[in-house]
Nanobody, 117 residues
């Protein structure tokens, strides 16, 4: 039983910042990667930022230099610091984890981020 719960979304003006959090609970084992995805209305879900087991970071080009993914292992919490937000960042943001001997995907319910132009 694994649960991921996002928080921190909201409404901001263009150029503003938000910090998303993802609290992870349950039987966490063999963690492979953790990531943030987002899905805008009428669009496919896309990955935004990824942090691997070894701490390697990867960002989608559209957010590179503006977003920072990090984790606090002691608190089992994943973060996404979002700066210089634009209306193109408006979406529901989802926390994602991949773990297990046989890898399995886990998802949060999502948190809405709306950036006003």
């Amino acid at each position: 039983q694994v649960e991921l719960v996002e928080s921190g979304g909201g409404l901001v003006q263009a150029g503003g910042s938000l910090r998303l959090s993802c609290a992870i609970s349950g039987n966490i084992f063999n963690l492979n990667i953790m990531a943030w995805y987002r899905q805008a209305p009428g669009k496919q879900r896309e990955w935004v930022a990824v942090i691997s087991r070894g701490g390697t970071l990867n960002y989608q080009d559209s957010v590179k230099g503006r977003f920072t993914i990090s984790r606090d292992n002691a608190k089992n919490t994943l973060y996404l610091q979002m700066n210089s937000l634009t209306p193109e960042d408006t979406a529901v943001y989802y926390c994602h984890a991949n773990m297990g001997v046989v890898p399995k995907d886990y998802w949060g319910q999502g948190t809405q981020v709306t950036v006003a132009s």
